[in-house]
C-alpha cells in the first residue's frame, strides 16, 4: 500500500478556513485519496474523497494535485467541533475488501 | 436507525481470559471490520468480511478469531487475553460503494 505524510499537528483560529497537506509520492494511478476525521473519544467518521479532480461536500473540500503526488483536506471555516485527528488514506481502486491502512494523521487544534 | 453498535463498551480482563466483542449493524451492509487502536496511534485492521460467512485476516490478526454467521452482526473473540491486547476496539460497515466506511463507538479493553 502507498503511504502518506501528514504533519503531526496543526492549530487553526475559530471561523479561519484550514488548510491539511497531505503527502504520497508514491500514489499510483489506481489508488482513491479518503479522508476521514476522528473526533476525541469517537470512531473515525468519513470526510471526503477523489481521484483525480477536486471535489467539495458539505463538510469539505479536498484539492488533488495535478500530478496527484498531493492533496489539501480544505475545510472552510473551523470551528471547535472540528477539533480532530484527521487521516488521508489511499486505497487502491482493486483492493478487495476496501481495506483501509490508517497512518498517525495530523492533530488539528481549534482556538477560540 | 441505530448505525454501528458495539458492546460492551468498557471491559477489563485478566491474562488468559476469554472474551468476545460483538458488532451489530443495522443498515444491510455487506462488509464489516474490525479494527484496533493504541494510544497515538492510527487504527490498524485486525479481521474482516466482504459478506455472511466469509471473513479474511487483516494487518494484525494474530490472537483475535471472528465469526459473521449473520450479515448484521461481527464478532470478535479473543482466546487468552495478553497485556498487548489492551486497546480500543473499533468496528465499522460499508455497502458496496466502497466510499464511506461507517464506525461505532469504539470498546475500551484493558487486560491486567
Known amino acids: 500500500d502507498a503511504k502518506t505524510t501528514q504533519p503531526n499537528s496543526m492549530e487553526s483560529n475559530e471561523e479561519e478556513p484550514v488548510h491539511l497537506p497531505c503527502n504520497h509520492s508514491?500514489?499510483?494511478?489506481?489508488?482513491?485519496i479518503h479522508w476521514y476525521r476522528q473526533l476525541p473519544s469517537q470512531g473515525p467518521e468519513y470526510v471526503i474523497h477523489?481521484?483525480?479532480s477536486n471535489v467539495n461536500n458539505r463538510m469539505a473540500s479536498l484539492a488533488i494535485a495535478e500530478d496527484r503526488k498531493s492533496s489539501t483536506l480544505i475545510l472552510h471555516r473551523a470551528t471547535l467541533r472540528d477539533a480532530a485527528v484527521y487521516y488521508c488514506?489511499?486505497?487502491?481502486?482493486?483492493?478487495?475488501?476496501?481495506?483501509?491502512?490508517f497512518g498517525q494523521g495530523t492533530e488539528l487544534s481549534v482556538k477560540p | 436507525n441505530a448505525g454501528v453498535t458495539q458492546t460492551p463498551k468498557f471491559r477489563v480482563l485478566k491474562t488468559g481470559q476469554s472474551m468476545t466483542l460483538l458488532c451489530a449493524q443495522d443498515?444491510?451492509?455487506?462488509?464489516m471490520y474490525w479494527y484496533r487502536q493504541d494510544p497515538g496511534m492510527g487504527l490498524r485492521l485486525i479481521h474482516y468480511?466482504?459478506?455472511?460467512?466469509?471473513?479474511a485476516k487483516g494487518e494484525v490478526p494474530d490472537g483475535y478469531n471472528v465469526s459473521r454467521l449473520k450479515k448484521q452482526n461481527f464478532l470478535l473473540g479473543l482466546e487468552s487475553a495478553a497485556p498487548s491486547q489492551t486497546s480500543v476496539y473499533f468496528c465499522?460497515?460499508?455497502?458496496?460503494?466502497?466510499?464511506?466506511?461507517?464506525f461505532g463507538p469504539g470498546t475500551r479493553l484493558t487486560v491486567t
Open positions: 477523489g481521484l483525480t
Open positions: 508514491t500514489i499510483s494511478g489506481t489508488d482513491y
Open positions: 465499522a460497515s460499508r455497502t458496496g460503494q466502497p466510499y464511506e466506511q461507517y
Open positions: 443498515m444491510n451492509h455487506e462488509y
Open positions: 468480511s466482504v459478506g455472511e460467512g466469509t471473513t
Open positions: 488514506i489511499l486505497r487502491e481502486i482493486y483492493n478487495q475488501g476496501g481495506k483501509l491502512i
